[in-house]
C-alpha cells in the first residue's frame, strides 16, 4: 500500500449525479485525506458542469476515456486502491430504446473494469447496482430476494453485480454491491428524471403536480443523494462488506408523504389527482436492515433534500396559492 497521502482514488462517472458529490466529499473523508481523487467518463451526459468549482485544496485528475475501452481504464487505473464504480447508462428509458448499447456499457464496461483492476492490483471496488433489480415486487424486500429485471436497465445492472460476485470469488478481488433507491436531492450533476426531483421542479416554477389516484399511497425506497455517497464510502473501507449485496436507502415512503414534504416547503403548489391510465400500483419498499447492522445510519430526509433543491430554484418560487 502506499504512504498515507500518496493514495488514489478512481471514480468511474464522476460527473453523474451521485459521483459529482463522491468526488467532493471524499477529501473530506479521514480515510481518504490526501488522495489524488481521479475520475474517468466519457461525458456523454455532457454534464461539464458538474466539475466546476472542486476543492481547491483536494487534488484531482480527470482521464476521457469510456469504460468499455481497454486502453482507457488501464490508464485511469494505474496506481489506483480503491475504485468507486458508477459509470454507465441509468435512464430506463433510453434503455428501451437502445438495449444493445445499455448492456455494452453497464455490463461488457463491467467486464472491463473488474478484469484491469484485477491485473493492476486494485485493493477495493464499490460497485453502485440499483434495486431495480428486483423488478415489480411488492412488499419490502431483502438482498435475498428473486430478482425480476422489467427494464434493460434493470436487467444489466443484475448482469454486472453477478460479475462483481464472480471476480470476487474467482480473482479474490473485494468488492462491495451497493442497491440504491431512488436518488434524490441536490448535487452539481444532478438528474431531473426521478419523481422527488422532478415534482419540487415543478413545484417550484408554479407548475400543478399531476399524481395518479391511487397511486399516492404506494410505497417506494427513496435515498437521500447524501446518503448514497456517504454509504459508498462506509463500504469501500468495511471488510464484512466484501462480497456481499446491501440494500440503501434513506426512508421507505408513499407518494403522498412525498407531497407532503413538497406542500411543506412550497405552500403554494397545487397538486391535481388524475385517473390512473391502469389499475396496478406496484408498492415496495427496501429492507435495508443488512447494511445498517454493519452501523451504517442514515442522515438525510425527504424533508432536507425537497428543501435543499427548493433552496436552488428560489427564484421562481411564489407565495400565491
Not at 485544496?57 to 486502491?81: H, M
Not at 415489480?136 to 434493470?154: L, R
Not at 405552500?267 to 385517473?275: D, K, L, N
Request: glycine share 8%; net charge negative; hydrophobic share 40%.
Amino acid at each position: 500500500m502506499q504512504e498515507v497521502g500518496e493514495m488514489v482514488v478512481l471514480v468511474t462517472g464522476g460527473s453523474g449525479y451521485i459521483g459529482s458529490l463522491l468526488i467532493r466529499t471524499l477529501p473530506k473523508v479521514r480515510e481518504f485525506e490526501g488522495a489524488t481523487i481521479r475520475v474517468l467518463d466519457n461525458m456523454a451526459s455532457g454534464k461539464y458542469y458538474s466539475l466546476f468549482d472542486l476543492p481547491e485544496a483536494a487534488r484531482y485528475e480527470f482521464v476521457l476515456g469510456d469504460i468499455r475501452d481497454e486502453g482507457d481504464v488501464r490508464r485511469a487505473l494505474k496506481d489506483v486502491e480503491v475504485v468507486f464504480d458508477l459509470a454507465g447508462i441509468t435512464s430506463v428509458p433510453l434503455s428501451f430504446k437502445d438495449e444493445k448499447g445499455t448492456m455494452e456499457v453497464n455490463v461488457e464496461g463491467a467486464r472491463r473494469l473488474l478484469e484491469a483492476a484485477s491485473s493492476a492490483g486494485v485493493e477495493r471496488i464499490v460497485y453502485s447496482s440499483s434495486a431495480a433489480v428486483y423488478g415489480n415486487v411488492s412488499g419490502f424486500v431483502k438482498e435475498d430476494h428473486p430478482c425480476n429485471p422489467a427494464s434493460p436497465y434493470a436487467k444489466s445492472k443484475l448482469l454486472a453485480e453477478r460479475l462483481y460476485l464472480e471476480a470476487c470469488e474467482e480473482w479474490g478481488l473485494k468488492v462491495a454491491i451497493l442497491r440504491l433507491g431512488t436518488v434524490y436531492g441536490f448535487a452539481p450533476g444532478m438528474r431531473f428524471d426521478t419523481v422527488v426531483n422532478k415534482f419540487v421542479f415543478l413545484a417550484c416554477i408554479g407548475s400543478p403536480l399531476t399524481v395518479w389516484r391511487g397511486a399516492e399511497e404506494c410505497y417506494r425506497p427513496y435515498l437521500y443523494v447524501g446518503d448514497a455517497v456517504n454509504a459508498l464510502i462506509f463500504a469501500s473501507h468495511k471488510s464484512e462488506m466484501v462480497g456481499n449485496i446491501y440494500n440503501v436507502v434513506t426512508e421507505n415512503a408513499k407518494l403522498r408523504e412525498v407531497i407532503d414534504a413538497i406542500t411543506s416547503s412550497i405552500p403554494s403548489v397545487e397538486v391535481r389527482y388524475v385517473e390512473a391510465p391502469y389499475k396496478q400500483q406496484v408498492s415496495y419498499g427496501l429492507d435495508d436492515s443488512k447494511i445498517r447492522s454493519l452501523g451504517f445510519e442514515p442522515q438525510g430526509s425527504l424533508k432536507r433534500g425537497i428543501k435543499e433543491i427548493a433552496e436552488h430554484f428560489s427564484a421562481f418560487i411564489t407565495t400565491s396559492s
